[in-house]
C-alpha cells in the first residue's frame, strides 16, 4: 500500500537505527512519551522500542480514547439502554467491551436485553436512526479530536432534517489539556514524579488542530514535541528529532509528519466542531481525573439532539477496580507489568481495566506484541510454571 | 480506534462521499471534512471520513530524510542509500 509499506521499510529502519545508536550522548538516558495510542500500537507491533539504544526509553501516554473513557460515562450509556427500550445505542467497536459497573459493559448489557449496536462511523448512526424512525437512536461518541468532526457533522445533519428520534453521548476530549495535565496536576505529581525529556505528538489528531496547539506548551514546559506519522519510521525519525533537541537544549515544535501536518491544522474541521460545540468546565479522565476545559458539549442550539439533556442522565463518578494500575500507567509512571493482574486475571478477552480493551491501550499493546521480552526464559523440565499465555505447539 | 489508513480516491459521488481504495479494497467515504479532493488524491481515512490530503512531495521528502539517516558518515564516500532508490 503507498504511503504505508514505505514507512514500513526494514532496510530503512535499519539504517535509522544505526544512525541513532551514533547519535545518542551515551552520557545520558533519554525518556519520551508517545502521548498517542495509535504511536503505542506502532512501537509494540513493530518492535520499534527493540531498535531503540538502551538508554532511550519510550513512555507510554494517555492518547487511548477508550483508555481514558471513565466507568460512570459508560454506566450512564448501559444504565440508559437498559431503563429504554425504545433505545438502540450505537458506539464504536472499541467501547463495547470497555468494563463498566457491576461486571457489565455495553456488550454484556446486550446480552441482557439492551439493544447495543456497534457502528463503523457516526454517519451509520445517523443513518440507523433514519432507518427506525419508530425507535430513540443514541450514539454514544467519543474520541480525540480525530473522531469530533465525524460527530459534530451527523449532529447538524439531524437537526437541519429535524430528525427527531436521533441523539448523542458527547464524550469527546482534547489533546493539549492531557498533555499538560501529565506535567501539571497535584493528582499526577502524587503518583511520583515522573522524567519526561519530550513528547511525540499525534499523527491524526494533529492533522486536524495543527501543530500551533502545541508551541505554547513546548515553550512553557521547556519540552520538546515532534509530531509524527504512524508508521514505524516516522515514529524512529521523530525520536531522532526529539533526541537532536534534547542534546542542542532545544524545546520546540517539529513536525515529522509534514505529509500530513500543517500548522493550521484543518480549518474546515475546526469550523464545524465550533459550530455544534463547545468547551466543558471540566471533565473527568480516567486515570487522570478531572481536567478543566479538556472535552466538548453539545450546543444548546443543538440541545433536542443532545442524550444528555433529552433523557435526563447525570453523570455518577466511579472509582476504578482496586488492583487496576490503569491510572499510574495512563500518566506514565507505572508499566502494565507493574499491575498484579496483568496477563493473568486480565487480558484482552477478560479486561479488568480500559487499558486492556483496545490494541492501542498500553497493557494490551504490551499483552499483544511486547510481554515475552519481559518474560524469562525458562529451559524445558525445570520446576517452573508455563505460561499459561504461550500456546502449546 | 485512533488507526486510520492512507486511501486512494478513484470516483468523487454525489453529496460530498467518494469512494477510496486501499489495499484492492474498496469503500465509500465521506469528504465533508476535506476541500477541493480529485480522483487520484490519497486522503487519510478514520471511521469513515478522509480527514486531510496526503501532500506527495511532503512524502518523498520525509523518506529521503530517513534513507538518508542510512548512510553513515564516518564510511560514506557519497551517493545514494541503496533502499532509497528501492522506497521510491
Ligand atoms: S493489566 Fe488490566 S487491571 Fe492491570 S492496569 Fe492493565 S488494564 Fe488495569
Given at each position: 500500500m503507498k504511503y504505508v509499506d514505505e514507512f514500513r521499510d526494514g532496510a530503512l529502519a535499519t539504517g535509522l537505527a544505526r544512525a541513532l545508536a551514533r547519535e545518542v550522548d551515551p552520557g545520558r538516558d533519554y525518556a519520551f512519551m508517545e502521548f498517542c495510542g495509535g504511536h503505542t500500537h506502532a512501537i509494540s507491533r513493530y518492535g520499534v522500542a527493540d531498535l531503540l539504544p538502551p538508554n532511550v526509553r519510550m513512555i507510554h501516554g494517555p492518547g487511548c480514547p477508550v483508555c481514558v473513557l471513565p466507568i460512570g460515562r459508560v454506566d450512564m450509556a448501559i444504565g440508559l439502554a437498559l431503563a429504554r427500550p425504545e433505545v438502540i445505542l450505537c458506539s464504536y467497536g472499541d467501547c463495547l467491551r470497555v468494563p463498566a459497573s457491576d461486571g457489565l459493559s455495553l456488550l454484556k448489557a446486550k446480552a441482557r436485553g439492551a439493544d447495543v449496536r456497534m457502528v463503523y462511523s457516526a454517519a451509520d448512526a445517523l443513518a440507523l436512526a433514519v432507518r427506525e424512525p419508530a425507535r430513540e437512536v443514541v450514539f454514544f461518541a467519543i474520541g480525540f479530536e480525530t473522531t469530533t468532526p465525524p460527530t459534530a457533522l451527523v449532529l447538524r445533519e439531524a437537526a437541519t432534517r429535524r430528525l427527531a428520534n436521533f441523539s448523542v453521548i458527547c464524550n469527546h476530549v482534547l489533546t493539549p489539556p492531557a498533555i499538560t495535565a501529565i506535567l501539571d496536576s497535584p493528582a499526577a505529581s502524587r503518583l511520583g514524579a515522573l522524567h519526561l525529556d519530550g513528547f511525540i505528538g499525534p499523527a491524526h489528531v494533529s492533522t486536524l488542530i495543527g501543530s500551533r496547539p502545541y508551541e505554547a506548551f513546548a515553550a512553557r514546559y521547556r519540552k520538546p514535541v515532534v509530531i509524527a506519522?504512524?508508521?514505524?519510521?516516522?515514529?524512529?525519525?521523530?525520536?531522532?528529532?526529539?533526541?537532536?533537541?534534547?542534546?542542542?537544549?532545544?524545546?520546540?515544535?517539529?513536525?515529522?509528519?509534514?505529509?500530513?501536518?500543517?500548522?493550521?491544522?484543518?480549518?474546515?474541521?475546526?469550523?464545524?466542531?465550533?459550530?455544534?460545540?463547545?468547551?466543558?468546565?471540566?471533565?473527568?479522565?480516567?486515570?487522570?481525573?478531572?481536567?478543566?476545559?479538556?472535552?466538548?458539549?453539545?450546543?444548546?442550539?443543538?440541545?433536542?439532539?443532545?442524550?444528555?439533556?433529552?433523557?435526563?442522565?447525570?453523570?455518577?463518578?466511579?472509582?476504578?477496580?482496586?488492583?487496576?494500575?490503569?491510572?499510574?500507567?495512563?500518566?506514565?509512571?507505572?508499566?502494565?507489568?507493574?499491575?498484579?493482574?496483568?496477563?493473568?486475571?486480565?487480558?484482552?478477552?477478560?479486561?479488568m481495566g480500559s487499558c486492556m480493551v483496545s490494541s492501542e491501550g498500553a497493557c494490551a499493546a504490551h499483552y499483544n506484541y511486547g510481554r515475552f521480552r519481559d518474560v524469562p526464559v525458562h529451559v524445558v523440565g525445570t520446576s517452573a510454571p508455563p505460561n499459561p499465555d504461550q500456546e502449546t505447539a | 480506534m485512533c488507526l486510520a489508513i492512507p486511501a486512494r480516491i478513484v470516483e468523487l459521488l454525489a453529496g460530498d462521499q467518494c469512494r477510496v481504495e486501499l489495499g484492492g479494497v474498496r469503500k465509500e467515504i465521506s469528504l465533508a471534512l476535506v476541500d477541493g479532493a480529485a480522483v487520484g488524491d490519497y486522503v487519510i481515512v478514520h471511521v469513515g471520513y478522509a480527514l486531510t490530503r496526503l501532500d506527495p512531495e511532503e512524502a518523498a521528502q520525509t523518506l529521503a530524510l530517513i534513507a538518508d539517516a542510512g548512510i553513515d558518515p564516518a564510511r560514506a564516500l557519497g551517493g545514494e542509500h541503496p533502499a532509497l532508490g528501492a522506497a521510491r
Open positions: 506519522g504512524f508508521e514505524p519510521l516516522d515514529v524512529m525519525q521523530a525520536i531522532r528529532m526529539l533526541v537532536r533537541q534534547v542534546d542542542t537544549g532545544r524545546a520546540e515544535v517539529e513536525n515529522e509528519f509534514t505529509r500530513a501536518v500543517v500548522r493550521d491544522g484543518n480549518p474546515k474541521a475546526q469550523a464545524i466542531v465550533s459550530e455544534v460545540l463547545a468547551l466543558r468546565d471540566e471533565f473527568e479522565w480516567r486515570g487522570l481525573g478531572v481536567l478543566a476545559r479538556s472535552a466538548l458539549r453539545i450546543r444548546p442550539a443543538f440541545a433536542p439532539w443532545d442524550a444528555e439533556a433529552k433523557f435526563g442522565l447525570d453523570y455518577r463518578p466511579v472509582p476504578d477496580h482496586r488492583a487496576c494500575e490503569c491510572g499510574a500507567i495512563l500518566r506514565g509512571v507505572k508499566k502494565p507489568t507493574d499491575c498484579k493482574l496483568f496477563g493473568t486475571v486480565c487480558t484482552p478477552e477478560t479486561p | -
